[in-house]
């Protein structure tokens, strides 16, 4: 009979078991009899009663095959003393078909006499949802270490204050470093000495930070005895609480990149450099290449004026004999010297004014004048030509809409037409030439945009030769045999003035049917209350009216003494008394000789001893001579010529080789314009 102190015991051993929820048994280890409480077998999901009879086969049919060695094992060491418990981890198949994991912990209470164990006492205690973090976490290391193991970088670990703690397997592969190398300060000498002060303290600045950093580039000791560039990143591992507890942190061998990276840069800057290079050397190479163009300029500049002198003298010549009495014969072969004279003036105009353009050094000039005028006296001039090929040269009605003057190079607008009415001309053998001029179409308040046509029933053009007309020195025919004579450079030119005036030309033609040569300009319109320009108050301004310079003092200066005669013979026939001189320093001498007057002088730019420059620099700063009107005669007739001599005190300029009426219309009008009251009709009186 139990003691009620004994009951009392048994009582708080039971509260006890049920407050820790623990699954108890009873073994009798040599009969196998056992007993287990309800909560045993409410782990397993059964009811107590579900189980009876109970006995250690109850425990064997429900224990998990694999685990019964384990537990054998356990109770081997706990019945030889071996160990004062038994203890396993172990698993039970659950009522529903799953494993549940318990603890089972035991301890034999009564031993035989003979030492064999008789009586265990012990519990299980449900310890699944435990097993199940162990495995998860077991699961999420493993799946670290794979990711470690594949990936190619070096994977490292080290505590919260950044001492390395873990020995990686990648560091000593990609290293050669044995484990003792590593221990023994084998990470700082891995690192290349120029790199290692500068990563250590990049590895310092990013532990205060405690922030996830790119520690940057630095070179690594590679096995095969290389330096090789890697990149390091590290990121903190916090605890529940977000305290740091260790670093994670990967190095990743950029060697190849970078090497490709550093090459990729070299070659840019030697790219650069070429590039440097070559664009000076292109640089050098246009101002030779503009040097070498200034001096073909210069060279045919000065070819143009030795041409021109003689040929001044032959054209003057050539007009003078004109008036003279000769027999029928001479008179022909005088026409034709005289046609053959003006192709050669124009050919040469047309070089020099092609080299000009070419050397941007072609002005155009802005002046007022009245383009109905300009035109008629064109076309009466041109109709000449026209009538001796039996051609017809019509100008078309003039639209109402045209201003009466307007503002621009009058001159290149007559050499453009005149280019293009002149080939109409030449490339016509029957039919007629007709010069249209379009309704013009304002593009502001005070431009117009204006359109001539010259129409001709000629030759006309293949359309595969047109794309290449307006190219210089190009000819449809440029064969030795062609019947024109040309250069090929009178479109070329129309072109290159057309686009200067903001416009541009062009052609439309049938072969064997006629052509139409367009063009295309921008001229200003003078502003309404400017009065038109005394000029063009006389219409037909370019008609050969010869006016006359009846007693007129002029000193002729020239080397060329056949230029002095022919000035002679023009101007004498005008009426002028003419004086003449072979250089500058003699005319000054003259000029300062008390017994002479003159009232205008004409000489020329180029001349020995002194030249025209030097002398009129001499007239200007004598108060004697400084009021005389000088006019330079130029035949190389560059825009930097002429604006030397107006910069030296010239007064106008006249180019080689010229006709007798420019000559004397020019003297003219130089003389008005230092008297203008007496300007009359046409005629001076001084
Ligand atoms: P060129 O001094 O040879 O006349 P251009 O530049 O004025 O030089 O003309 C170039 C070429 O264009 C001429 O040689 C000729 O073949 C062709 N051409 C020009 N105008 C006409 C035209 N009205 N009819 C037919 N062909 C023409």
């Given amino acids: 009979m139990a003691s009620c102190e004994d009951q009392d015991q048994h009582k708080r051993n039971q509260f006890v078991v049920d407050a820790m929820h623990v699954g108890t048994w009873e073994w009798n280890v040599q009969t196998g009899e056992a ?3 309800d909560r045993w ?12 009879p109970l006995s250690i086969t109850t425990w064997l049919s429900l224990a998990h095959p694999e685990d019964l060695e384990h537990s054998s094992q356990a109770l081997e060491r706990h019945f030889s003393g071996q160990d ?15 494993w549940v994991w318990v603890l089972d912990r035991g301890k034999v209470i009564s031993w035989s006499d003979d030492g064999k164990p008789l009586l265990m006492y012990g519990a299980h205690l449900d310890i699944s949802s435990r097993k199940e973090r162990e495995f998860a976490l077991r699961q999420s290391e493993e799946r670290f270490r794979a990711l470690i193991d594949v990936t190619s970088q070096i994977v490292w670990c080290s505590d919260a204050q950044g001492e390395l703690e873990e020995f990686d397997p990648s560091w000593a592969s990609y290293t050669g470093q044995s484990r003792e190398e590593w221990l023994d300060g084998g990470f700082r000498n891995a690192i290349h000495p120029d790199d290692r002060d500068d990563l250590m303290a990049r590895w310092h600045q990013a532990v205060e930070s405690g922030l996830p950093t790119n520690i940057g580039l630095f070179r690594l000791h590679h096995v095969s005895g290389q330096w090789r560039w890697n990149i390091s990143r590290t990121t903190p591992v916090h605890d529940s609480e977000g305290k740091i507890i260790s670093w994670i942190g990967m190095y990743t061998d950029v060697h190849e990149q970078h090497e490709y990276k550093v090459q990729l840069e070299e070659n840019q800057s030697n790219l650069e450099e070429k590039i440097k290079l070559r664009t000076s050397e292109l640089a050098k190479a246009k101002i030779e290449a503009e040097n070498a163009n200034h001096a073909k300029s210069q060279f045919i500049s000065n070819i143009s004026h030795e041409l021109r002198t003689p040929l001044s003298a032959l054209i003057g010549y050539g007009r003078i004999l004109q008036s003279a009495r000769l027999d029928k014969t001479a008179r022909d072969q005088l026409i034709k010297l005289n046609k053959a004279g003006e192709i050669l003036f124009s050919l040469i105009n047309d070089v020099l004014d092609f080299t000009k353009l070419e050397a941007n ?20 001039i041109m109709g000449i030509s ?32 005149f280019n293009l009415i002149g080939n109409a001309i030449k490339f016509t053998e029957q039919g007629e030439v007709r010069v249209r001029v379009s309704p013009p179409s304002p593009i502001s308040s005070d431009k117009h945009r204006l359109r001539f046509e010259v129409i ?27 019947q024109h004579y040309g250069t090929g450079l009178g479109l070329a030119i129309v072109k290159e003035l057309a686009h200067r005036m903001g416009g541009s030309a062009g052609i439309e033609s049938v072969a064997g049917v006629g052509s139409t040569f367009w063009v295309e300009i921008i001229l200003d319109l003078t502003p309404d209350a400017s009065p038109p320009p005394a000029v063009d108050q006389a219409p037909m301004a370019d008609s050969v009216v010869v006016p006359t310079l009846e007693g007129v003092r002029i000193l002729a200066v020239d080397d060329s003494e056949l230029i002095l005669d022919v000035i002679d013979v023009i101007l004498s026939a005008a009426g002028a008394i003419v004086e003449c001189c072979p250089d500058g320093q003699q005319a000054l001498d003259r000029l300062r000789d008390p017994s002479y007057s003159c009232d205008l002088i004409l ?11 030097e002398l009129v620099a001499h007239i200007r700063r004598d108060q004697n001579l400084s009021h005389l009107p000088v006019i330079a005669m130029t035949a190389g007739a560059t825009q930097t010529e002429r604006e030397e001599s107006l910069a030296a005190g010239v007064d106008e300029y006249i180019t080689k080789p010229f006709e007798p009426d420019q000559l004397v219309n020019i003297i003219r009008q130089t003389l008005n314009n230092q008297n203008p009251p007496s300007i009359s009709n046409g005629k001076a009186e001084i």
């Fill in 41 to 52: 077998a409410e782990i397993v999901g059964y009811k107590l009663d579900e189980l009876r």
């Fill in 35 to 37: 007993d287990f409480n």
């Fill in 603 to 613: 000489m020329d730019i180029q001349m020995p001893v002194m030249d025209g420059n």
């Fill in 456 to 482: 001709d029933t000629g030759i006309g053009i293949a359309p595969a030769d047109i794309p290449k007309l307006f190219s210089r020195f190009s000819q449809v025919d440029d064969s030795n045999t062609r």
């Fill in 84 to 98: 004062a418990f038994y203890e396993i981890e172990a698993r039970m198949k659950h009522k529903l078909g799953h």
């Fill in 386 to 417: 026209a009538d001796e090929k039996g051609l017809r040269l019509i100008l078309n009605p003039l639209p109402p809409t045209l201003a009466r003057y307007y503002v621009g190079d009058p001159m290149r607008l007559r050499q453009i037409l």
């Fill in 361 to 380: 050094e072609l002005q155009l000039s802005h002046e007022t004048f009245n383009l109905r005028h300009k035109l008629l006296s064109l076309i009466s």
